[in-house]
Structure formats: structure tokens, C-alpha cells
């Protein structure tokens, strides 16, 4: 579900007109609606009620401070997969105690801030890396807590850049070194090994490899609790999906349903359960607006090309992920009953939707039905942008980041302003001469 409709042939973004914000903000610009962030967070919580998990929202989804503050005043936690996310999570004043941290490649200094900061949770992926948090904690003279990630060699028939669960993954270790695992850390004074953490990849449309790792998780419990190791918390991840096509996912209450039962049991056995859901919070809460520049044919193609690409919106080129698109103010006759693939109006036609980089791969949708109508000054909305879209932009071309803006109803509020030419230059204006250790500057091979 998402607050964006038509009225009267022009998009709404709530109570509020999209044109009227991308002119007052400019385009490219991400807007972002209050509401369906609410609501979907809100129907999180009601489908996992039984296990009354804490949800901590994973920020690499859309990590603006603006989106953070309105889930943290709804109770949220974080999930940040590094330090600069756990900054943001703190700016947004989401309490430490709430927040976990995963990621294959902690350093130093992003576990000694955690720590430091009084990180909840963190979520270790790896026997070294479990060494270096007890190490570290050891040395603040701290004691942290620790989730370790297993990895349940679940398929989640999903894109193989975001399968992150199978066997041959970078992320967790496999059940079989599990056990290990809590032989050898189980009983470190200063990291704490209490819990699970699996996320399985993202986004899942079936239930069954949800299903399939709670299984294998339960089973794992048992083993350990065989072992003399408790677990007193399972991090479930993320993975729900997202509407890129109208009705595509599931709704929450399947995912539950799938898990629920397996979950119960343990949680009556006081186990917590933390949820890490992005995309199914953010996905549908975003569009980004675009505006025609040119339209042009060239063969038999006909390209519309847009003042943004790839540089805002990576997931096209990167996954080939579906988009749906369409004008912001197509006419009450062009309205589409549904987001799909093909709308099926009359007087469409079909087009590539380019962005203005000097690559190939700079696209937003290829061969898609489009009024033919669509001409130069158009706005063009694309939709279910809120999760990986801005989070993954990139200043390629030495194109300035979109502007955000945040929709409540109809009032409407920059949350993060359009980067200018000199925001692209400044850590370049002035250079400074490294103070380099004289081993490396003399004795030089003569
Ligand atoms: C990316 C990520 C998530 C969120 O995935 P979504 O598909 O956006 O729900 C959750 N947990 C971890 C560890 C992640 O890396």
C-alpha cells in the first residue's frame, strides 16, 4: 500500500500535488509519504504481535535522518550495517540500547564507537571478527552482547546480488560451524555470545525460505541448549517485499503466518525476537520525480530522456529491477487503474527511459508502455524509489545528489536539500600535503 494516487489525472503524494513540489524543490527529488511509513511499520507490528518483536529498521534501505526520526518516534530500532548508519541512527535519536549492527567488515573503529555508544546488539559475522569485538570490549573494560549470524543455505529465489543466505555467501557462518562457534566463544567475559541473527536476502516473495530457516534455526536452538548454550534472542532479518507491481508481496500476515508457529514456542520460552525490515517499510514510501528533457527516436526505439538516471535510482541497471513509471499529470483518461508492467490504455506506446550519463547502462526502464504523449517538461514519477534508491544515488558524472522532501498530509518539508556544484567540489578545493613516514619517502632503490 502507499499514499501516492491520482486524483482528477495528477498525482498526490497524500493531500499534497507532486508538481507543486517538484517545482518548489526542483527535480530530480525524492518524495517520501509520513503516512505509509507509519502504516507499514504499524502493520509490522501487528502481524508479529504474538512474539512482540523489536523492529529495528534497517537504514541502508533509505537512511535519511527525516524517514529515521518519524520510525524512532514510533518506537523503532535500528539496524545499521555500519558506523555512519549507527551516527544516523543516534542523530535521529533512536536509543543505542535499540540498535543492532551487522556487516561482514567491522573496523576498529566502528566497533569501538559501537561500543562506546552502548550498541544493543551486535550482529558477528565471522570467528575473527567475534575475537576482535571481545578484544576491543576488553579493552574499554566493557561487555557487549553478540548475535552471531548464521547462514541456513536457504534459497530465497531472489536476485543473486541479494541472496545472502546460501552456503557460498560472504555473510554468517554455515549451522555445521555454528555449534563450534558457541564451544569456542560461548562463554567469553566481555562478549557475550546470546543470540541468532539470520536475514536470508532480500526482497522474498514466498513465505518458504522464511519457513525453511525458522526451521533450521529451531532445530540449531535445540542443538545449543543441548550444548549447556542458551539463546535468549532470534534477529529474523528482513527480505518482505515490496509492491513494485500492484499486489505483488505478500501481505505481512503471510510472512507471520509462516513464522508465528515456529516462533511462538520459543518465544514463550523468553526468547526476544528482532525484526530488520527495509524494503517493506521504505520500498513503497518513496517515488523519485523526474522531468522530461528530450524525447527522441532513434531506429525503431523511441528514448525519453530524464534530467536523472542511473545516478539517482541504481536498481534498474544494477538488478534489472522493475519501476513502475508514469507521468505525474497524465490526464484523467491516462490514469492507470493498476502499476504494471503493460496498463494496457490506449494511446500508449513503448519507450526507454534514460538518464542524461554517458553510459549505456544508464537507464530506468527499457521497452516500457508509456503514453505517447510524454513530451519535453513532462514530470515523470517513478515509483516504489523509497528503499535503494537514494541510499544507493551516486555523484557519477558529477551529478549533484536529488533533493528529499517528506510529505505529511499537506504539508510538505525539505529533508535533504538538492547538493550544488560546490557540495561536489569541497573536499577537493584545497589539497593537503600528507605527513608520510620518512621510510617511505627516502632510502629509495637507487
Ligand atoms: C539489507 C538488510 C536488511 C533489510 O533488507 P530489506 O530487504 O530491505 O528488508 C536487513 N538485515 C540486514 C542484515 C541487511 O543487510
Redesign the pocket.
Known sequence: MDCFSYRNGELYAEETRVRDIAESAGTPCYIYSRATLEEHYDRLQAAFKPIDPLICY?V??CSNLGVLRVLAARGAGM?A?SGGELYRAKLAGVPMSKCVY??VGKSDDEITGAIQDGLGLF?CESEEEFENIASIAKKLRATVRVAL?INPDVDPQTHRY?A?GKKETK?GVDLERARRFFATYGRDPHATLEGL?L?I????YTVDPYREAMTKTVDLVAALASDGMAIRSIDL????GADYESAQSPPLQEYAAAILPLAKPLYDRGVRFIL????????NAGILVLRVLYTKTSGEKRFVICDAGMNALLRPSHYGSFHFIWPVEPGSAMTPARRTLDPKLPGTTTHDVVGPLCESGDFLALDRVLPASIKRGDLLAVFTAG??GMSMASRYNSSPLPAEVLVSRDHAEIVRRREDFQTLVEHELKPIALQLAPSATTELPR
Do not use: L, M, W
Not at 530488520?276 to 520500498?283: V, W
Open positions: 534497517s541502508k534501505s539496524d550495517v551487522a556487516g550482529n549470524r541479494t545472502t555473510f541473527h536475514h536476502g532480500s526482497p522474498i532479518g528482513g527480505g518482505f530488520e525490515p527495509g524494503r517493506t517499510i521504505a520500498g528503499a535503494y
